[in-house]
């Protein structure tokens, strides 16, 4: 991709009259990190490995500043790199000196060192910078969401551009030091475990750490006036949950769902192995938006999602994401499906937990739910296209993949692959592609139809592979689940 960038014949040759040969060499970093849905996301030529952001934020003009401190390494012998960014840097120095910085695309922040970076050398960028996030429009739109207390930075796969320059893709995951000073009596809430929080002339800091690595798009920042909860998990890690005081009708609701965030985890370990995190918990802003975040170890939640009483299954969801999505994350937004066709299985375990109909009766019910003329069947799960990345195809069809692989390999390799797979894959990324080979090493068994079926064809898998694979049972139509209410109200994301 970089290759269009490289200075045309005459130039390159007068270069090499005014530098040292190799250091012609030295080529700028690509504006993309090469993901086909998104091509302008990330960049090429460096690799992330810690994020440290001092940050300070006025809840009254919606003014955010600070200085990012990036520590990467050189990929390639690079003359220029990009991060991506949409608040205005007003310095940027790389290795303690000054580097020259331009803006150019959407949302591309270009870095030209004084000196090139040798490939595999560490080098640490720091970047000064302000703005107001909800003035800015990247790609037409507006990312976070402004509260009357605060602002909440929580979206999917666009947020990080809104609040710090990064290599904004999950192929590149680090860890994150996050400090944020906000007006006393203001709360700053992040990803992991509060580190510290020190009240200064007006201003309140609030320490977060996120020690195990986490995606551009799973790191969060809401500020504004929250009632915390906190707690400690059996095995010691803390829990910390956030309530906006504002939440109205909707606040007993969704504290009767949020609290059990430490019990739904434990179950989910039973699942799915140990819990990847140094946190847990949660929180519930005061935004008009009605979709949850799987932001790691806190996802985020919308009142909306509690606007008909507590909601358990939402909750499962986010969780299971920890593992599925967060852990082992996608190597390319077209690997949405081990994200959230998991996610969504988990709910249909949760169900069959409770009693509230078994995944086999979710899967007969999705089955016979969709006619074959329905266009929910011309979504591939195993690659949507990024405007089906998130359409409920991916979710209840990417399930329904789940299910068939569960009959076709019985309860115990299935629950060894369930369990394996995110230790094969722990804090890494992963294609779909990946999944069914490990399923097929766990289980011994050939799989590749079964998910071409499944995952790949554009139409509604014909009567004989549902009974193959045993998803459906033909013929007479399927009860609706117990379930199922409230698993669909947790798909509000796909209303718009
Ligand atoms: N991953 C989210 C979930 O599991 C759904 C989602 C898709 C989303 N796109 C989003 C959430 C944009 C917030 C913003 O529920
Ligand atoms: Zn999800």
Redesign the pocket.
């Known amino acids: 991709m970089y290759r269009r960038l490289i200075a045309p014949g005459a130039l390159a040759a007068a270069l090499m009259l005014a530098i040292p040969a190799s250091a012609a060499d030295f080529t700028p970093g690509a504006s993309g990190i090469g993901d086909p849905y998104y091509p302008d996301y990330g960049n090429g030529g460096y690799d992330v490995s810690h994020y440290d952001l001092r940050l300070k934020y006025q809840p009254k003009t919606d003014v955010l500043e600070g200085t990012a401190t990036i520590l990467a390494t050189s990929t390639q012998d690079l003359s220029r790199f990009n991060l991506d960014f949409g608040l205005k840097a007003s310095e940027v120095l790389v290795n303690g000196k000054k580097a020259r910085f331009a803006t150019s695309g959407v949302e591309e922040l270009e870095v030209t060192p004084p000196t090139g970076l040798p490939k595999g050398s560490s080098f640490t960028v720091v970047v000064r910078y302000s703005g107001k996030p909800s003035d800015v429009k990247l790609y037409g739109f507006t990312s976070p969401q402004r509260t009357p207390d605060g602002a909440v930075f ?4 666009e947020s990080a551009a809104w609040w710090f320059p990064s290599n904004d893709h999950p192929r590149d995951k680090a860890t994150y030091d996050v400090s944020v000073a906000v007006p006393d009596g203001t709360q700053a809430i992040s990803n992991g475990v509060l580190q510290s929080q020190t009240s200064k002339l007006g201003w309140t800091r609030f320490n977060w750490r996120s020690n195990k690595p986490q995606a551009t798009y799973l790191a969060t920042l809401a500020v504004g006036k929250f009632d915390i909860t906190t707690d400690k998990t059996a095995d010691g890690l803390p829990v910390v949950n956030a309530y906006s005081k504002d939440l109205g009708d909707n606040y007993g609701a969704a504290r009767a769902s949020v609290e059990r965030t430490t019990e739904v985890a434990e179950w989910l370990e039973t699942k799915f192995g140990k819990y990847p995190f140094n946190a847990l918990g949660g929180y519930v802003p005061n935004v008009p ?1 009605h ?4 932001t790691q170890t806190r996802p ?1 939640y919308s009142p909306a999602q509690f606007a008909n009483g507590a909601n358990v299954s ?1 909750i499962v ?2 969780l299971a ?1 920890q593992w599925y ?1 967060d852990s082992v994350s996608v190597d390319g937004w077209k690997d949405i499906w081990i ?2 066709g998991f ?1 969504r299985y988990s709910q249909w375990l949760w169900s069959e937990k409770e009693g509230e109909g078994t995944a086999q009766e979710l899967a007969d019910y999705v089955y016979a739910q969709h006619p074959a003329d329905d266009a929910f069947w011309t979504v591939k799960p195993g690659d949507p296209g990024a405007e089906n ?2 359409d409920i195809a991916v979710y209840d069809r990417g399930a329904l993949a789940i299910q068939a692989l569960r009959n076709a390999v019985g309860e115990k390799k299935f629950s060894e692959i369930l369990k394996g797979w995110p230790q094969e894959h722990a804090y890494g990324n992963a294609k779909v592609g990946d999944f069914v080979q490990y399923a097929e090493k766990v289980s011994g068994k050939p799989l590749a139809g079964l998910f071409d079926t499944w995952l790949y064809q554009p139409s509604k898998p014909g009567t004989a592979a549902a009974q193959r694979d045993r998803v459906a049972h033909a013929g007479v139509a399927p009860a609706k689940p117990k379930s199922w209410k409230q698993i669909a109200a ?1 798909n509000s ?1 796909h209303d718009h």
């Open positions: 929580a979206n999917e796969p938006s979709f949850a975040l799987e985020f939402v969801h986010e994401h999505g994200n959230e996610a990345q998130f947790t994301v």
